[in-house]
């Protein structure tokens, strides 16, 4: 079983829809979870970090984190073209500590017009 | 500087020979940290500092990779006698102690033919 599994894709969604990302792990005592994204030949940019049970929103993402089914999630609201990249799940076994993040292969997402 | 900087931003090296991949990190950021991407793969984490020292090496593949931090600041990864297998983009990230997210470098592309 791999530390952090996500669905490679790609997860094909219209222009102004919802799109919802999904990740599980697998080491129960994960104690922070991030979302990068990715364009294609560019390098892992940080767009939401998670502690705590429940939702966090900062703009147009909401990131969901749910301990006790291993399970983070991270949604797009109103879908753009420029949007269109590969989104990283990656868990981090300390909080508030500098440590190493494992991270999931990525599912690509295409916003279409 | 402003970002973290990585040199070069590409490397073609034959089989069998030395590389040294340049990080220099977010001026006052104190843990730095080496990656290592496949195509179609999540960043694999090889090594960590904090400060001068190697907080956590488990990573590195094997004893043909080293790297170095010798004034807290910049970090030079050191692969002897590399093979194919080493192909992959090398990604650099640092953050400052106490935060989870990072801030990557955007990378280099080393090649061995």
């Known amino acids: 079983q791999k530390e952090v599994e996500q669905n490679s894709g790609p997860l094909s969604v219209p222009e102004g829809a919802i799109a919802s990302l999904n990740c599980t792990y697998s080491d129960r005592v994960s104690q922070s979870f991030f979302w990068y994204r990715q364009y294609s030949g560019k390098s892992p940019e940080l767009i939401m970090s998670i502690y705590s049970n429940g939702d966090k929103e900062d703009g147009r993402f909401t990131a969901q984190l749910n301990k006790a089914s291993q399970y983070v999630s991270l949604l797009i609201r109103d879908s753009q073209p420029s949007d269109s990249a590969t989104y990283l799940c990656a868990v981090n076994r300390r909080s508030g500590t500098a440590s190493k993040l494992t991270f999931g292969t990525g599912t690509r997402l295409q916003v279409t017009l | 500087g402003a970002g973290v900087s990585q040199t070069p931003s590409n490397k073609v090296t034959e089989k069998g020979k030395y590389v040294e991949l340049r990080c220099d990190p977010i001026?006052?950021?104190?843990?730095l940290y080496w990656y290592r991407q496949s195509l179609g793969q999540g960043p694999e984490f090889l090594i960590y500092f904090q400060g001068t020292g190697a907080a956590d090496d488990s990573g590195l593949p094997n004893d043909r990779f080293f790297a170095v931090r010798p004034e807290g600041s910049v970090s030079t990864l050191k692969i002897q006698r590399t093979e194919r297998g080493d192909s992959a983009v090398y990604l650099c990230?640092?953050?400052?102690?106490?935060?989870?997210?990072?801030?990557f470098g955007s990378g280099t592309r080393l090649t061995v033919v």
């Open positions: 001026s006052g950021h104190t843990a």
């Open positions: 990230a640092s953050s400052l102690t106490g935060t989870g997210g990072y801030t």
